[in-house]
């Protein structure tokens, strides 16, 4: 059996993605999806750990439109990514993969709570593991969530699955001419403000060498691809040398 390229990693799914043409919601079609495709993830040795966005639901500070005060904005956005994470964690259970939900928000009486050496400990029991709730903290996003707890864990690669198909120099959806860019480093993104993830999330992935996959959950047999190695949308790391 072929292995896989990285061992373990973090899966950033955003909400977005899981409202498949709906635009908000759940599809349960992309979440079905996305459970074979883990399942082949695992079934190959992968740990996989699993951070999910909201946005399908509510987008914390940009929903509340300056209306609702901005922690309590960001907790709403944590609720959001909890239903998600349920969802998901359903549905994995329906593929019959063993999975944990933990939350940075103590919610005892549905999830466990994070504790990052019970995180690693049910990863190497061959569980795969998602993280709701985010950081815990309001003004931080999922985005950085992924990046702390892909450093926390000892993940060797983020894998961020999205709407867009990689990194590109300009809003693909804005403008028809965006270029994509193939591989890039962190610095680069960060020089240039490219839409990767949020800067601290970025930053977050360069001080701990972490590269970052981004791709398309369009095809979501795109995560097995990429944790195999095949080169799928873009790659942001360290120095490029290629």
Known sequence: MESPKYKRILLKISGEALAGEKKNGLDFTVLNEVAAAV???VA?????????????????VKDGGGKV???????????????????????????????????????TKIAEPYIRLKAIRHLEKGRVVIFACGTGNPY?????????RA????ADAILLAKNVDGVYDADPAKQH???????ITYAEVLRRGLGVMDTTAT???????IPVLVFALKDP?????????EHIGSYVGPEITE
Request: hydrophobic share 45%.
């Open 140 to 148: 931080f996003s999922t985005d950085t969530a992924a990046a702390l």
């Open 69 to 107: 005060e901005r922690t309590r904005a960001d907790h709403m956005g944590m609720l959001a990514t909890t239903i998600n994470a349920l969802a998901l964690a359903d549905v994995l259970e329906h593929h019959e993969v063993d999975v944990r939900v933990q939350t940075a928000i103590d919610m």
């Open 221 to 229: 047999g795109n995560i097995k691809r990429v944790l195999m190695g």
């Open 151 to 154: 450093a926390e864990i000892g």
């Open 203 to 209: 930053a977050l992935s360069m001080d701990n060498d």
């Open 44 to 60: 190959v040795g992968a740990q996989i750990g699993i951070v999910v966005g909201g946005g399908n639901f509510w987008r914390g």
């Open 177 to 183: 001419d965006a270029h994509k860019i193939e591989k």
């Open 39 to 41: 399942k082949d993830c």
